[in-house]
């Protein structure tokens, strides 16, 4: 036994010394659903030949039954037995090993790696993602099944985005893997419509596959709201205005004042009338869409007085601690405090609160809280400062009464607290209250503080004599004030009577007074009347020389008739032909050489009254024509047959003050009491006769002719008067007039009256 054992050996070792592999299978990888070979050579080897996948024999047939896709390539004579699998799958993914059983030969272990490329990827939401603005999200793109796990890159709009997140999980077969890429990102508004790219690769797909999405911002409406204007006063009216842009579309508005919505405005405006809650209360616009609402609000600039926030409260201290009060105002534009105390301008504080430290009586009062809102208004409120502390007495040190009659002493407590007690001291008298005698004590509490009045039933001389001693009490301590009684004499019932009448006649006098004035003054109202001709009347009286003339110093006087003229007297008598107009019916009874302008009338007499002066009714006289004309008088004929020139520039030129015609009747009367020896001054032309007033239009000199013309020289003067009736005020005809009038005449005299 032995001995065959040993040959068989010897059999065995030579066999295998002659069959080896001269190809062997060697690691391979392979993408799923190609083929691959996975080859084996065997030489010097006839016996059977077997493949293993991961130690499982595939059979020792060459077309592998029961693995369809699996079969042996080459020749087996040639010692060919090479793996040949058709569409590998994943599952053909093993160590494979090819063995020569009857050789006992194995080759080297192979390993087949199948490759698995990814799948299209996927993006959550894709292919338009909607997104809310300002919304963090995470896009995410999952590649499932690949071996190896795929690589995932994200871009944006064709760029890469670095911060995407990625993972992989193996999945249950142990051999591929699912990928997964987040990319975070906030949308914005301008983000919508964006193109995010998700690629993925492996090395079974380097070309790598993509995805890509659109993505669609959504967004709650944008709103902004403004207000025309932005600054008004109270009782304006402003509008605001709210604008909105959404996606999706506006849904609806609502408005709202402090919270409280405004159910009269649903659109996207509001007009209305402000007051000074709206510088404090915001308006609010909401607007809404599908996804969201948005508010917005805003307040006015509404300019408006002072308003009182905290009214400031009273405050009653001792004396001696500390006080203070508090007032809150609000006011636009800002306001400015002031803290007063009445009768005051200093200010205390400009503060809300006013800050009184170890207070004194003194400092009790009214405080003034005052708020200025520059340009707008300014508004205040008082509060009262009570200081408790001892009493304070306010008495006159002296007062009056009338002997043996009622008389009283007062004295006033105005301190807080009020007094427990006041007493009056006087002698040896002590009175808090009630009657004594005389004497009675009367207490009246008041708002300003308590007043107690000692009454004296009658006053006696003592009572003058003595000093009374007002003393008052509370808990804080007294005072005291100390009055004298001083005896007031009564007036005589005489004296009372006669300052009444007195009285009386003084108001009597004063009313006359004024009544006088009134007069006076509607009087002088009534000098600027206009004059009309009919208020006019000039008399034209000849110089008689003849023997029926007994007083050679008789001299006419203008007397104005119309006092309420707005001319003085000398302008009456020297402006006489600029004033006067025409008059068609005065009559005359003699040839009138101003056709009835002037009543010619002759007068030889003359009426003064003490009172003024009025019209006269002279006596009648005869009128010469110029062939009638007596002779002239002595003191005419001692100038022979020369003109007589009477100058009297220096009695009119520069006289400041006119004399009145109750002087000049005063003169011409004591002219005619002079004896008749005495030549006497020309009646005509007496100083005192005529005009004493500075006038330029006076008459400054007069030519008397020596003889006379015929009456035809009146037609001239005639002619003249008209002329001078045509221009009213005119100096220039007047002058004319006057001149024309005068020459070839009997001497005459004008005389207006008014």
Not at 430 to 449: C, D, I, M, N
Not at 499 to 504: L, M, W
Not at 580 to 589: F, H, N, V
Request: aromatic share 6%.
């Amino acid at each position: 036994m032995s001995s065959l054992y040993l040959i068989l050996c010897l059999v065995v070792t030579a066999a295998a010394q002659a069959a080896y592999f001269s190809q062997q299978p060697q690691d391979q990888v392979v993408v799923s659903g190609q083929s691959v070979t996975l080859p084996c050579v065997i030489v010097g080897y006839r016996g059977i030949v077997q493949w293993t996948k991961d130690g499982l024999a595939l059979g020792g047939e060459r077309d592998l039954p029961g693995w369809t896709r699996y079969s042996l390539m080459g020749d087996p004579l040639s010692g060919e037995h090479s793996l040949l699998i058709v569409s590998v799958e994943l599952a053909d993914d093993a160590v494979y090993e090819c063995q020569a059983t009857q050789a006992g030969l194995r080759s080297h272990r192979a390993k087949l790696t199948v490759l698995v490329p990814p799948p299209d990827p996927v993006v959550e939401g894709g292919p338009v993602v909607r997104l809310k603005a300002h919304t963090p999200h995470n896009l995410t793109c999952r590649a499932s099944g690949a071996k190896p796990a795929a690589e995932i890159t994200w871009y944006r709009d064709g760029e890469v985005m670095e911060t995407a997140i990625y993972s992989k999980t193996l999945l249950e077969d142990g051999k591929r893997e699912a990928a997964v890429s987040m990319l975070p990102i906030i949308p914005e508004d301008s983000d919508s419509g964006r193109t995010y790219t998700c690629r993925v690769l492996n090395p079974a797909a380097p070309a790598g596959r993509q995805t890509s999405v659109t993505i669609n911002v959504q967004h709650p409406p944008s709103v902004t709201l403004s207000v025309q204007p932005q600054t008004v006063t109270e009782g304006a009216k402003v509008l605001f205005i709210c604008s909105a842009s959404a996606n999706p579309e506006i849904t609806g508005y609502r408005w709202s004042k402090g919270g409280v919505p405004i159910s009269e405005a649903n659109g996207d405006s509001l007009e209305v009338t402000v007051d000074y809650s709206y510088f404090t209360d915001p308006v609010s616009c909401e607007v809404s869409n599908s996804v969201g609402s948005t508010n917005v609000s805003t307040l006015v600039d509404v300019q408006f007085g002072p308003r009182l926030l905290s009214e400031p409260k009273p405050v009653t201290v001792d004396i001696g601690m500390d006080a203070a009060f508090t007032c809150a105002w609000t006011g636009n534009p800002p306001l400015t405090l002031a803290w007063t105390k009445h009768g005051s301008s200093v200010v205390l504080s400009n503060g809300n609160t006013l800050q009184l430290q170890a207070v004194t009586q003194e400092d009790a009062g009214t405080y003034t809280c005052k708020a200025i809102v520059p340009r707008i208004g300014v508004a205040e409120r008082d509060v009262t400062l009570t200081v408790n502390g001892p009493p304070i007495i306010t008495a006159d040190a002296t007062q009056h009464a009338i002997k043996h009659s009622k008389g009283k002493l007062e004295c006033r407590v105005g301190s807080s607290p009020p007094p427990d007690k006041i007493v009056w001291t006087f002698g040896d008298m002590s009175l808090s209250s009630g009657s004594s005698g005389r004497y009675s004590v009367q207490t009246v509490a008041s708002s300003h503080g308590v007043l107690s009045t000692l009454v004296l039933a009658e006053t006696l001389a003592q009572d003058f004599q003595m000093r009374y001693n007002c003393t008052a009490w509370n808990r804080f301590g007294t005072g005291t004030a100390l009055v004298t009684l001083k005896e007031q004499e009564a007036l005589p019932m005489l004296l009372i009577v006669g300052g009444a009448v007195g009285g009386g006649c003084v108001l009597l006098i004063c009313v006359i007074t004024l009544v006088s004035l009134c007069c006076r003054h509607t009087g002088k109202g009534k000098r600027c009347t206009r004059l009309s001709k009919s208020d006019i009347r000039v008399q034209i009286v000849h110089s008689d020389h003849n023997a029926t003339r007994g007083n050679d110093d008789e001299e006419d006087v203008k007397e104005p008739m119309a006092p309420n003229s707005s001319e003085s007297p000398g302008t009456s008598r020297t402006e006489h032909s600029d004033l006067l107009e025409e008059e068609d019916d005065e009559r005359s009874d003699i040839k009138d050489p101003t056709n009835g302008y002037y009543n010619v009338r002759s007068h030889d007499e003359r009426h003064i009254r003490s009172s003024g002066f009025s019209e006269y009714v002279p006596n009648s006289r005869p009128v010469y024509t110029p062939s009638q004309l007596p002779s002239p008088s002595p003191v005419y004929g001692q100038q022979g047959t020369q003109p007589r020139v009477y100058d009297f520039s220096h009695r009119y030129a520069t006289t400041t003050v006119g004399r009145t015609s109750y002087e000049q009747q005063q003169t011409a009367q004591q002219q005619a009491a002079q004896p008749a020896s005495i030549y006497p001054t020309d009646p005509l032309y007496s100083g005192s006769a005529y005009l004493p007033a500075t006038y330029g239009r006076a008459f400054t000199s007069y030519v008397k002719p020596a003889s006379y013309e015929k009456v035809d020289a009146y037609d001239q003067s005639d002619q003249a008067s008209k002329v001078s009736s045509s221009s009213r005020f005119s100096y220039a005809s007047s002058q004319v007039s006057s001149q024309q009038s005068d020459y070839g005449r009997p001497s005459q005299r004008m005389q207006t009256h008014v």
